[in-house]
């Protein structure tokens, strides 16, 4: 209402745009508010500085003006769809913007310029109001979403890294039901992370004192993305040990006591040496841990440890001791975010946090929304043109806005038809308003009183995520037709005309959607799959040692946050391969770049051949050169035999003094188990010149 009186008092010809524009960009978070209307401002001021310089270009030719304005409404679609956070927004609003202000303008150009100025103003001060409101008016900061995420989080990463020191019996024999719990608690980690990511982007806007803990609360993010590719690897170890060995040794069921009750008693950075170097006698140990009767009934030396067993001992503490120090760094950091929101200073963190260049990215897909919105615009441009109709504009328009705010959806068909359900909901009480009561007010006092009671109640709809589709929905059809309507001279065929516009541009959206773009969840959880393919030829064939494990972690596991939803009914049993494949490729991005960043200080073992060999593989899957029915170990037999032979070696160096090796000992063991899961747990190629100490 503030944003209405404004508007009127100043004397904007529309100031129903206004009131439109602070129910758009209104949060719940303060901060989150601010931010959008930023952004919806930039992008309001771009569309319109775009429309102001190609409606007169091309204002000669109303087919070509109309094609300009359709392409430049995609251009903008496909790149606010490549940057998945809010920032996205100020591209969107650069392409609906310029059709908002464009289309009306194609049959009278010369009035363009006076409607560019009112537009922007009005939807300015829509902005401004909403931000200024939030931010006085009962402000609700972000620092308790934002924190509760962040403590969520690191439970669901407790909660994994305890259930694997709280290890005392088999794994392999876990029940299906706790299977499945532990299953969604890990996915939930990973979509958790996710969202972290995307609202810490409203920090800087944030009110209160977390936005002076930005730099703790990205590198947090970081830590806790980095344990979970660690966590999953420790899982499948302990694992691979039990099948191996039948059981779980003695000495390792010890320290993972001996671990698990330093997590339970606060993980206490003083006690964390002494556990450290428990967890490393565990690598250094050549024989079993007890003697062994022999034959005759005597008590002697136990045989060595078999290559395999010892290798997996070595990957096994390294990945705990990986996992304890990053999990200290994690409690470290939140300590520091409790300090920064109250009040206290905050440690300069100069490694720059990962932030959000590590999300997903799908191109294709944008592509494909973005000529989905250029096809049904110009359908609708078509269909103006050429039957002369007065409210063809109207219906241009929508189905650029229809196309633009669903676009990030698998299939947004059901969601376009569930906006036009709630327009048509909205018609009746939009007729009320703009033919019998608005003629009949005369001050600004009746005018708050018409509008609170429809704007109150679908106010608190749209601001439950339950509701808020139908709630926004009318909303958006009541002051959209309010907006675009002269309340003055309003009459019933204008009335009806705007309004059947609105509609045959949500209609032509949903169709050309239909036709061009809507994707089932299958189809987009392979497009994803392809897409980690890629990365991982990508980081196997490398030449530099740079390779960020950290930013393919979190990549991956914002991949699994997006294939949550869409495989849920095909991984409904716990375990399921789909599952567990994607968990393999994310342990599996983290061993090549070890082995990556370790390549140039192996003595002995030259790992270019190796990684040239995985990346052949993935862009064999890609191009389908690879038979899926075929077992992992039969689809390159070749590569096993080297890796096994790699491994010999990586072993043999392990003994020798002033040597470090055992973290390319750790990332082949990670790649022989996630590249051949159903290998034999034996290794076979020898070394030239001696055998393994």
Known sequence: MLAMYLANRVGLPRPFWAMTAAYIVSNPLAGATRSKALYRFLGTLLGCTATVLLVPAFSNAPELLSLVLALWLGLCLFLSLLDRTPRSYVFMLAGYTAALIGFPSVEAPAALFDTAIARVEEIGLGILCASVIHAIVLPQGMAGTLTAMLDRSLGDARTWLADLLGTTGSRVAETPERRRALTVDRRRLALDITQLRLLSTHLPFDTSHVRWTAGAIGEMQDRVAALTPTLSALEDRLVAMEQCEGALPDDVLAVLARAGRWLEDGADATDLPALRQEIQALADRRVPPVELPTDDGFVGPPAPLSPWNRALRIDLAARLDQLL?????????????????????????????????????????????????????????????????????????????????????????????????????????????????????????????????????????????????????????????????????????????????????????????????????????????????????????????????????????????????????????????????????????????????????????????????????????????????????????????????????????????????????????????NLFSDAPAAIHSPVPGGSIP
Request: charge should be positive.
């Open 325 to 673: 120090s990053g999990w200290r760094t994690c409690l470290a950091l939140r300590q520091d975010i409790t300090d920064g929101l109250a009040g206290k200073p905050a440690p300069l963190r100069r490694s720059a946090a990962l932030g959000r260049k590590v999300l997903h990215r799908d191109v294709g897909m944008a592509l494909l929304s973005a000529i989905a919105a250029v096809l049904a615009v110009g359908l609708c441009c078509t269909f103006w043109i050429a039957t002369g109709w007065p409210s063809g504009s109207v219906a241009a328009m929508m189905a650029g806005v229809f196309c633009s705010f669903f676009a990030t959806m698998d299939d947004p068909v059901p969601a376009i038809h569930g906006f036009l359900v709630a327009t048509l909901w909205s018609l009746p009480i939009a007729a009320i308003y703009v033919l019998v009561a608005l003629p009949l007010i005369h001050d600004f006092a009746m005018l708050v009183l018409v509008c609170a009671p429809v704007f109150l109640v679908l106010g608190c709809y749209a601001g439950r995520p339950a509701t808020m589709l139908i709630g926004l929905g009318m909303i958006m059809g009541i002051s959209g037709s309010l907006a675009l309507h002269d309340t003055a001279t309003a009459d019933v065929a204008t009335f009806l005309n705007i309004n059947l516009g609105q509609i045959v541009g949500i209609v032509a959206a949903a169709r050309v959607t239909r036709l061009v773009r809507s994707v089932g969840a299958d189809w987009s959880a392979e497009r994803i799959r392809r897409a980690t393919w890629r990365d991982l030829a990508g980081m196997a064939s490398a030449r530099r040692s740079d390779v960020q494990r950290e930013a393919y972690a979190a990549r991956m596991l914002d991949r699994i946050a997006l294939l949550a939803p869409r495989v849920a009914a095909g991984d409904s049993q716990p375990d399921s391969p789909r599952t567990q494949r994607v968990l393999r490729e994310l342990r599996l991005g983290d061993d090549i770049g070890r082995l990556q960043q370790l390549r140039t200080r192996l003595p002995r073992t030259s790992v270019a051949g190796l990684l040239a060999g995985i990346a052949e593989l993935y862009r064999d899957r890609i191009a389908g050169r690879v038979d899926p029915a075929a077992s992992e170990t039969a689809r390159s037999p070749a590569l096993l035999r080297e890796l096994d032979r790699m491994l010999v070696a990586a072993l043999h160096d392990v003994s020798r003094p002033g040597v470090d090796t055992q973290g390319a000992v750790s990332a082949m063991v990670g790649l022989r188990r």
